[in-house]
């Protein structure tokens, strides 16, 4: 799968439950693959997905405010912009049971696991803890990580580690890593960058739809897209 500035999304493989019918996809910023389905996440927080839908993994059709998505096996879920979790598709064991999650701020989804980052630096995890083959693996065992201390007190860091006089070098939105003024792309993580050249060095604009945000702004206000700075 390749996601295009435009929006649009193009794909190549095996194609044989339509997981590569992407051609008709626009105002795309994010995709995800499962083991079969193909899905996208819409500038305006909606959801789309193709290909097999044997266990439901592709209802997501009603999903709305999403600013996040992650494919499993089996199953597919979504970050919502309140820090909750909805989840589709194989719940054989457990791995779509994230409605009481609070404060995530990011997931991921294994075979037959989900995984969320919270807030706070914590991680909590739901589904297999078990190899395909029954062994124990113990994916799942992440109750005692702390991976940070808060998303605030990070935001507060990488701010006060910006320069405060010289404000040649901006952070990349997407990766965090440092870019001149104007320039195109990223060249840590190749992100295209949309600069605001009508006002002062102090404004951005959201990488995807061009829009004004704030510094160190977590979720663009037009388009949904998740920053990271």
């Keep these: 799968m390749g996601l295009r500035a435009d929006g649009t999304v193009v794909a190549a493989g095996d194609n044989e439950d339509g997981q590569c019918n992407v051609g008709g996809w626009k105002d795309i910023v994010a995709i995800t ?30 999903w709305t405010d999403i600013v996040a998505i992650a494919a499993g096996g089996y199953h597919t879920v979504g970050l ?30 294994g075979d037959y696991h989900t995984v ?31 991976l940070f201390n808060s998303v605030d007190t990070i935001e507060q860091e990488r701010y006060s580690n910006q320069p405060q006089n010289d404000e040649q070098y901006y952070p990349c939105p997407t990766c965090g890593a440092g870019v001149a ?10 992100q ?24 160190y702004q977590r979720v663009c206000g037009n388009c949904n897209r998740e920053l990271i700075w």
């Excluded at 927080?45 to 209802?59: E, I, L, P, R």
């Excluded at 295209?192 to 510094?215: D, R, S």
């Design 33 to 62: 693959a499962g083991d079969n389905p193909t899905v996208g996440l819409k500038a305006d927080g909606t959801v789309v997905a193709v290909g097999d839908n044997d266990d439901g993994q592709c209802d997501v059709g009603g």
């Design 116 to 146: 969320g980052l919270r807030a706070d630096g914590m991680v909590v995890a739901v589904g297999s803890n078990e190899s395909d083959d029954g062994d124990y693996m113990g994916q799942c065992n992440v109750s005692g990580w702390k």
């Design 192 to 215: 295209e960058l949309i600069w605001n050249q009508e006002e002062n060095q102090q404004q951005y604009v959201c990488p995807i739809c061009g829009q004004p945000i704030q510094a």
């Design 80 to 109: 919502k912009s309140d820090g909750t979790v909805v989840a589709a598709g194989e719940n054989d064991y457990g791995q779509c049971d994230v409605g009481g999650w609070t404060e995530i701020v990011a997931v991921a989804a």
């Design 181 to 190: 003024l104007f320039q195109n792309h990223c060249l840590n993580c190749g």
